[in-house]
């Protein structure tokens, strides 16, 4: 706990800090919120979020030396979804309970999402759905974009050396792809 305690006051940056914050610019960025029609709500954030730290822990999955680099990559969201919860307002006592669940619903995504890549493009399809689109219906071209973007960064991250992530990067493609504004 008192490393916990260290890490979320401490200013020092680290390679898994470096590594999530790359993970959140991608998530923000306007394209999936404009364009996929994601809601840029806490909850679509949430999500576009998990998506991305998905891809990436994914990717880290492949290769063993990793194993601490992803377990510290997820006490920084664990960590940031703590200091998101106190920004907006949540109560102290609250505040470890809702981590909780976003961290249970976190590793829930990852499964269905993991599922979703093995499965095919209609289980894709579906879990991204069911948690990028909770609040809302997409419709067909942006669903089949979305899966799209997912199978591609799944290759891009593959296809780069994971030594950079030792040194807090990764490096996304763009949401659109080359299709610009079809959407």
């Not at 991204?128 to 290759?155: D, G, H």
């Amino acid at each position: 706990m008192a490393s916990l305690l260290k890490k979320l006051f401490s200013g020092t940056s680290s390679p898994a800090r470096e590594l999530y914050r790359s993970i959140v610019a991608q998530s923000r960025r306007l394209e999936f919120f404009v364009e996929f029609g994601v809601p840029d709500t806490p909850t679509g954030r949430f999500e576009v979020l998990v998506l991305h730290l998905f891809l990436v822990m994914h990717r880290m999955c492949e290769e063993e030396e990793h194993a601490e680099l992803a377990r510290s990559l997820s006490e920084e969201a664990v960590l940031d979804f703590d200091r998101n919860m106190r920004e907006m307002g949540i109560g102290d006592l609250s505040v470890g309970r809702k981590v909780k669940s976003l961290a249970e619903g976190m590793y829930g995504r990852f499964g269905a999402y993991m599922d979703g890549l093995e499965g095919g493009d209609a289980e894709l399809s579906e879990a991204l759905r069911r948690n990028l689109f909770s609040e809302t219906t997409p419709s067909e071209e942006v669903v089949t974009a979305i899966v799209t973007y997912v199978k591609q960064e799944t290759l891009t991250l593959s296809s780069q050396s994971s030594s950079i992530w030792q040194d807090g990067l990764v490096k996304f493609g763009s949401p659109l792809g080359n299709k610009g504004n079809d959407l």
